[in-house]
């Protein structure tokens, strides 16, 4: 995860660097290292940051649609992922792909 990605989820979350040291039970001056890319961010950390980013936006929807549209959402994302994995799984390849070969 880069520096500015860090930078960006956090404030996507609404968060102060203090606040997301606090929650992941790191220094704030680990959360500033990572910002300015002075650390690497542990795999756990962004993994932990993104999960969170994902529940936020699923939060978001859920205050702007309703629950039945967020699942509804949901389980056509879940759709189209699947069949674009059976396509590549099937040899099925886009036109992009077919083009750089």
């Known amino acids: 995860m880069e520096p500015s990605e860090i930078k960006s989820c956090r404030g996507q979350l ?25 650390a690497r961010i542990a795999p756990s950390a962004a993994a932990y940051l993104r999960r969170r980013l994902q529940e936020h936006a699923v939060l978001k929807l859920l205050q702007e649609f309703g629950a039945d549209e967020v699942h509804e959402l949901l389980a056509l994302g879940r759709a189209v992922r699947n069949i674009a994995q059976l396509g590549h799984a099937d040899g099925v390849t886009e036109d992009s792909d077919r083009i750089a070969a």
């Open 14 to 38: 609404g968060l102060t660097q203090q606040q997301l040291a606090d929650e992941i039970g790191n220094h704030v001056s680990t959360v500033a290292g990572w910002e300015q890319g002075i």
